[in-house]
């Protein structure tokens, strides 16, 4: 036995628990009234600090060590007030506890009767019952780590462990998504469930989590169950996952955010048991208004199966989305037949001896499923042989041979409305970037009735953000004005005023039939701004859905690589519009974009002196007080003869890091001081938020004043809420286009734009924005 003073047990305490210690076995169930007495004054009177001490005591001297009967019959009688949940409750209490209670019973039937034995295993029973209620209500979290791998049993109203002791679930399950913690915990308690209560277990988790406030829980299940889908040892528990919760298969953001990690596993080469683990999760998803199916297949869509390694994963997705295929859907045959070919001719070009019989077995599985398939597998072989034409360094169409395609497309797809369903879908949904105006076009050749026009009207619900983008696109077309009675009828541009914007000056190329467009004009109202938008929103969504693998890096090289591909993406589009003009036609604006980085300061050579070793370099002392990552973009405008301004807008960098493989912080880190020093600067401060989709891929723009506002109202130093700025941004590419390039929004006065030049102080990035 240890010494008395060294227990660790607070000095009010000591004395009694010396009592008990000093005890005989044969007088410690008569010494026990005596003790209990004594116990509750000393709780009447004791402090925190007090029973915070006693609680760590108590749980040493049950944890290990061997004790006499005094000690146990002490212990187990009173720990209902001595492990109070002050701290995190300690692991495998529950079969310690137990354990103790055994070897207490057996010293209490060798001294005493059998009677008295069952009743201290009553008392005790009923003690240890309130110890877990009251732990688990104030850390649901922990009820696994608490009882271990007991066997436990469930009525429908408790979960009993070791047949007597007690946890009423609907005491200590929480309000709202508190709950979710102790229901993940059931979940995980199901294998050790006895057969008879395990399925009124599984409808109890059920029946609770389908009254949680879904918006509250769903980020916080969409964590637990994507942690499960991303680990090779996560199917099974990913199965009873969803069968737990049921309603998240009607997530759509669930299934976008499972095609997106399908996606960047296949791309980066990911473990076989994570493919297999979201294509079955991908599988569960088909209820309105989610399509697990089209998910997958997403994920493979904007693929490179050239640049892959290994195309077994990308044969496993095809093989699964081939035996989860639903009747009626040519759409998804001929999006099927396309793929199966673009894996055909990487496998041939890989030199895999199956390719010619995997191609031959695909062809004869899809074939019975598809009406018309023939017209399908030719229209799915001529989009693998055109499409990647359209691909830098490649030999790019001319417009008569497309003009001529599309026409040949319209007359063997567009006679039967089932094909032309089809493709409708095939085009909006897998023809690349590069030649999106030319699948507009196609499409365009294939609507012929108000079904079909409605049929593009239902895409707006697809899967794919393309999809939706493009639809938007065509519904602004469908819902033109009225000229003649006739919704959308093309109107000719009046030779005495020029075209004003892009979309009039196409139509007035189609009107002088400089460019044939197939009997249509070109989509109403895509002037430039909305061609500048979407083609910044595709930067924004490539950048933001590849953050998760570049997180690591710096902020200053992922701001230098974004601020590129937007001057990279402006320049692309100029010389599209350059080469749709006619001979000599003025664009309606020019928009010019540069790109500056601040040089670092040269730190001056250190000059010896005779006779002396020459002084260490010192840097700079302002290089090294700089704050963070800041971008400067400077809006040059020029109208006519009459206006010129010229504004500068602060726009300061913050990326969001992981706390563990995958788990996103729930806040940037960003300095308080970094917002006040930029906001004493200039009124024209914003800042830039580089964050993964969440749910959507975009960089998030919020106002600096807006920001410290909700770092005030959080009483935070040193960070900004992840899901404040979620709700209060603006998309990058809507702000470029809505505020600095719209509303002209930034500082005018000289010395905001004299800082620029500065080496010492001056921002990072000067991106100078011409507008005339």
């Given amino acids: 036995m240890q010494p008395v003073n060294e227990t660790g047990w607070p000095e009010s305490l000591r004395s009694l628990y010396e009592t008990v210690t000093g005890t005989p076995a044969a007088e410690a169930m008569a010494a026990s009234t005596q003790w209990r007495e004594s116990f509750a004054a000393w709780v009447r009177g004791a402090s925190l600090d007090e029973r915070t001490l006693a609680q760590a005591a108590a749980w040493s001297r049950l944890n290990e060590g061997e004790r006499t009967l005094g000690e146990l019959l002490f212990l187990l009688s009173s720990c209902s007030e001595l492990l109070w949940p002050y701290a995190v409750p300690p692991r495998g209490l529950l079969p310690r506890l137990m354990a103790r209670q055994e070897t207490m019973l057996a010293a209490l039937l060798e001294v005493g009767d059998a009677d008295t034995a069952a009743r201290v295993r009553r008392e ?12 688990l209500k104030r850390h649901p979290d922990a009820l696994q780590s608490l009882v271990g791998d007991a066997p436990c049993t469930f009525d429908g109203r408790a979960l009993r462990f070791h047949g007597a002791v007690e946890v009423d679930l609907r005491q200590v399950l929480g309000t709202g998504a508190k709950s979710v913690a102790l229901l993940e915990q059931l979940r995980a308690l199901m294998p050790a469930t006895a057969a008879d209560g395990r399925d009124r277990l599984a409808e109890f988790i059920r029946t609770r989590a389908a009254r949680l406030p879904w918006r509250e829980a769903s980020e916080v299940l969409a964590e637990r169950l994507f942690s499960l889908a991303t680990s090779p040892e996560g199917r099974s528990g990913m199965s009873g996952f969803l069968a737990c919760y049921p309603g998240g298969r009607k997530e759509p953001d669930w299934c976008a955010r499972a095609g997106l990690l399908l996606s960047r596993t296949l791309e980066v080469g990911g473990p076989p048991e994570v493919v297999e683990n979201l294509c079955e999760l991908l599988a569960r998803f088909d209820a309105p208004p989610v399509d697990g199916l089209r998910g997958a297949l997403g994920a493979l869509v904007n693929g490179d199966f050239e640049a892959s390694a290994d195309l077994g994963p990308v044969r496993f997705v095809l093989d699964h989305c081939q035996a989860t295929l639903r009747k009626g859907e040519p759409g998804l045959v001929l999006t099927l037949l396309w793929l199966e070919e673009r894996l055909f001719r990487a496998a041939v070009r890989k030199g895999a001896p199956d390719a010619f019989d995997r191609r031959k077995r695909a062809l004869s599985k899809l074939k019975p499923g598809a009406p018309g398939f023939d017209q399908l597998h030719w229209l799915a072989e001529e989009c693998a042989e055109l499409w990647p034409r359209f691909m830098p360094g490649a030999v790019r169409p001319g417009l008569d041979e497309l003009a001529a395609w599309r026409q040949e497309v319209a007359d063997r797809v567009g006679r039967k409305p089932v094909l032309r369903k089809a493709a409708i879908e095939f085009f909006l949904w897998c023809a690349p970037d590069a030649a999106s105006s030319e699948a507009e076009l196609t499409v365009l050749a294939l609507v012929r009735t108000a079904t079909d026009r409605r049929q593009v009207k239902r895409l707006k619900e697809h899967p794919s953000s393309r999809v939706r983008l493009r639809v938007r696109t065509l519904q602004s077309w469908f819902q033109g004005p009225s000229a003649k009675g006739k919704p959308g009828a093309p109107v000719e541009p009046s030779p005495a005023s020029g075209p004003a914007t892009l979309t009039e000056a196409l139509r007035h190329l189609h009107v002088t039939r400089a460019v044939p467009l197939g009997g249509r004009t070109w989509l109403r109202d895509r002037d430039l701004e909305e061609l500048l938008l979407g083609a910044f929103g595709r930067v924004e969504a490539e950048f933001s859905s590849r953050y998760p693998e570049r997180f690591r890096e710096d902020t200053e090289t992922l701001a230098a690589d974004l601020l590129e591909a937007l001057r990279a993406e402006l320049a692309r589009v100029k010389a599209d519009v350059a080469a749709l003009m006619a001979q000599g036609q003025p664009s309606p604006w020019e928009l010019s974009m540069t790109v500056r980085r601040r040089e670092p300061e040269p730190v001056p050579e250190p000059v010896p002196v005779d006779g002396e070793a020459a002084p260490d370099a010192v840097p700079p002392p302002l290089a090294a007080a700089r704050l963070g990552v800041e971008v400067a973009f400077v809006l040059d405008v020029a109208v006519g003869d009459f206006l010129r301004t010229r504004r500068v807008v602060s726009v300061q960098v ?4 992981q706390r563990g493989e995958g788990q996103w912080l729930p806040a940037f880190r960003l300095g308080r001081e970094h917002l006040d020093a930029q906001l004493l600067r200039t009124d024209a401060a914003f800042c830039l938020f580089l964050a993964p989709p969440f749910p959507r ?36 590419s809507h702000w470029l286009l809505g505020d600095l390039v719209g509303l002209w929004t930034g500082d005018e006065r000289p010395e905001s734009l004299a800082r620029l030049s500065r080496a010492e102080d001056g921002p990072d990035f000067v991106v100078e924005w011409g507008l005339r």
């Fill in 124 to 135: 005790t029973e009923a003690t240890v019952t309130t110890v877990l209620t009251r732990i």
């Fill in 654 to 657: 913050v990326k969001l890091e």
């Fill in 697 to 732: 891929a975009e960089c998030w723009v919020v106002p600096s004043r807006t920001v410290r506002a909700m770092m005030e109202s959080q009483r935070s130093l040193s960070g900004v809420p992840r899901d404040g700025v979620q709700r209060v941004a603006r998309s990058l």
